[in-house]
């Protein structure tokens, strides 16, 4: 491996390690798993997670200066989803959410009743 391989290779560990540094709350994690296939609202994210408003608006803006997640108003109000950037698409976290095993067993319990 040359110095430049390298130094490209540490500058991409730099930026895992900084992103799994996001997912030392339980909190964000649970963000991260309800937000996998949709957007919400900061209203609707601290009912899921059972966090005030307040706490879960801390949560969602470092998770947005990070890159995990992005943000777009729909009038006044603020929609909150999944980044969809290189460091996100291959995140471990969000393959070992238990809400995408959950949803596939439901969607194939929906699909032996059509039969």
Avoid at 82 to 90: P, S, V
Wanted: glycine share 2%.
């Amino acid at each position: 491996m040359d110095k430049n391989d390298f130094t490209e290779l540490e500058d991409l560990a730099h930026k895992q390690s900084a992103l799994y540094k996001v997912f030392s709350s339980t909190r964000r994690v649970l963000i991260v798993w309800i937000l996998r296939d949709q957007e919400m609202t900061v209203t609707d994210l601290a009912h899921a997670v059972g966090a005030s408003m307040q706490s879960t608006s801390q949560h969602l803006r470092l998770m947005k200066d990070k890159s995990v997640l992005t943000s777009r108003k729909d009038g006044q109000t603020v929609l909150y989803r999944i980044a969809e950037n290189d460091l996100m698409k291959n995140c471990l976290v969000l393959e070992q959410s238990p809400l995408s095993d959950a949803a596939k067993v439901d969607e194939n319990i929906h699909k032996e009743g059509e039969i």
